[in-house]
T-cell receptor, first 115, second 115 residues
């Protein structure tokens, strides 16, 4: 069973702090990783993707990838109450029939940013 | 609006009834995915189409579930003889042709309640 694992949280941080969200994956064939943000009752919204080892920065968000350790993380700097949501990690993983890569999601980490 | 569109947004049905949901993907996307999401969980893969071909189907998917994508455009997901355990958010996502690194974009989802 190919899996993407996340701690469900909740992760609670004060406004202005750095929130660190972590994800591990089992399929060494995964080459790309995606972070989605999901507000309560809404559908997931893509916020970041990363393909290469190292860091990728986009505004207050930084994605970090370590393929050797099969680990991907998302850092949110200067956290705001509006960042309070569930953050889903996703990686395309091989389907049962082979030849297809299916975006596979972790259970998500709930982030609470308190004023 | 050129995003992924799902209808209906909400559906309440009695146990034992059949329901059908529709998804219109982003027009240039040839890949289409159906997911189911329950409270506190990440999206769970149900099935995948590339153009009109259904290439992957989750082993967890009951025979009561069927999906189609005629002509490789919109897709429908039908649940026959609904059960209370089918209550969930049903999400559709689409992505473009290309390498496995392409990101998937979600529709607003259809929330099903079986009473």
């Amino acid at each position: 069973q190919k899996e993407v694992e996340q701690n469900s949280g909740p992760l609670s941080v004060p406004e202005g702090a750095i929130a660190s969200l972590n994800c591990t994956y089992s399929d060494r064939g995964s080459q790309s990783f995606f972070w989605y943000r999901q507000y309560s009752g809404k559908s997931p919204e893509l916020i970041m993707f990363i393909y290469s080892n190292g860091d990728k920065e986009d505004g207050r968000f930084t994605a970090q990838l370590n393929k050797a350790s099969q680990y991907v993380s998302l850092l949110i700097r200067d956290s705001q109450p509006s960042d309070s949501a569930t953050y889903l990690c996703a990686a395309p993983q091989g389907g049962a029939s082979g030849g297809s890569y299916i975006p596979t999601f972790g259970r998500g980490t709930s982030l609470i940013v308190h004023p | 609006d050129t995003g992924v569109s799902q209808n209906p947004r909400h559906k309440i049905t009695k146990r034992g009834q059949n329901v059908t949901f529709r998804c219109d993907p982003i027009s240039e996307h040839n890949r289409l995915y159906w997911y189911r999401q329950t409270l506190g969980q990440g999206p769970e893969f149900l099935t995948y189409f590339q153009n009109e071909a259904q290439l992957e189907k989750s082993r967890l998917l009951s025979d009561r579930f069927s999906a189609e994508r005629p002509k490789g455009s919109f897709s429908t997901l039908e649940i026959q003889r609904t059960e209370q355990g089918d209550s969930a958010m049903y999400l559709c996502a689409s992505s473009a042709q290309g390498a496995r690194n392409t990101e998937a974009f979600f529709g607003q989802g259809t929330r099903l309640t079986v009473v």
